[in-house]
């Protein structure tokens, strides 16, 4: 489906019974709302889910690429009111947790809960914003697909590598079907993202944390740092899994999600 929001076309799947509790599944960076089909295909028997392709990934219009964080919280926004929602659980990765933790921060009236995957609170350092600028000038001059490929290595677990390689193909297939323009304004966007890690002792609703066994990228202490932080917060880690956890070990992220939204919200 389609939305036109903000001035951009956005494409988001909504699946599930339309009266059931909403789950919104953000994303990470290089991938697309496509990333959350175990996801989807196992929990939409219950729960309504939203999925949405952020600005620049994906089916979503790119524009012209000028992106900041709040841009993407304010699509989300938009997209909630579009469906009516008042509140959901956000669930993100990565860069999916980054939008979640702000719109937590700025939006709490329409966070009913939070799942933080494999994401971080802090803000980027001057080594992570230096790092951003030679992924931007990679994909200028070598393309989606040359740095599709450098990405792998650093977001799979080495076991997923070897022993699930159509999960590497699909998840190839996702970053390549991606523009550079998409890519390099999400880059500039979390380059200058905001620290929310002030505002975690101010979240009041129930929160998972899940992180792959074997991310390297927002490793296991980040999530303990953050969890740490929240009065309702629990955190599992995901073994056999990297920085993407739910297309590495679906049957145990789902396991966890299933469990935790069926718990009363409070
Ligand atoms: C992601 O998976 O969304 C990215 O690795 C996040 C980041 O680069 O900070």
């Known amino acids: 489906m389609n939305a036109e929001l903000n001035g951009c076309t956005i494409h988001f799947a909504d699946e599930g019974p339309r009266d059931a509790d909403p789950l919104i599944l953000i994303h990470g960076f290089p991938l697309s709302h496509q990333m959350w089909k175990p996801q989807i295909d196992a929990l939409s028997d219950r ?13 979503s219009a790119a524009g012209d690429g000028q992106y900041a964080l709040e841009v993407f919280v304010d699509d989300l926004i938009a997209l909630m009111d579009h469906l ?6 956000l669930c993100g990765l990565s ?3 980054y939008i979640a933790l702000r719109t937590a921060e700025r939006n709490p009236e329409r966070v009913k809960r939070l799942i933080l995957c494999d994401t971080r609170s802090e803000s980027d350092g001057n080594e992570a914003r230096l790092a951003r600028g030679k992924a931007i000038r ?5 393309g989606v697909p040359a740095f599709a490929e450098s990405f792998i290595p650093m977001a799979f677990a080495p076991q997923t590598i070897s022993g699930k390689p159509d999960v590497i193909a699909f998840s190839r297939k996702l970053m390549e079907s ?5 890519l390099s304004g999400a880059l500039l966007a979390m380059a200058t993202r905001t620290d929310t890690t002030a ?3 101010k979240i009041r609703v129930p929160t998972l944390f899940l992180v792959g066994s074997e991310d390297k990228m927002t490793p296991a202490s980040a999530s303990a740092a953050m969890c740490s932080h ?12 990297g920085h993407m956890s739910n297309l590495e070990n679906p049957e145990e992220f789902n396991a966890h999600i299933g469990r935790f939204l069926s718990k009363p919200s409070g």
Do not use: C, Q, Y
């Not at 729960?47 to 089916?59: H, L, M, N, Y």
């Not at 009516?84 to 659980?89: C, G, Q, V, Y």
């Not at 990679?138 to 070598?142: F, R």
């Not at 991606?178 to 998409?182: A, F, P, Q, T």
């Open 230 to 241: 929240v009065s309702h917060g629990e955190m599992r880690v995901i073994p056999d899994a």
């Open 47 to 59: 729960w309504r889910i939203v999925a949405p392709d952020v600005r620049g990934f994906g089916e």
């Open 138 to 142: 990679a994909i200028k001059t070598s």
């Open 199 to 201: 505002s975690l002792s």
């Open 84 to 89: 009516e929602l008042k509140s959901a659980t």
């Open 95 to 97: 860069m999916g947790g």
């Open 178 to 182: 991606n523009s550079e323009v998409g």
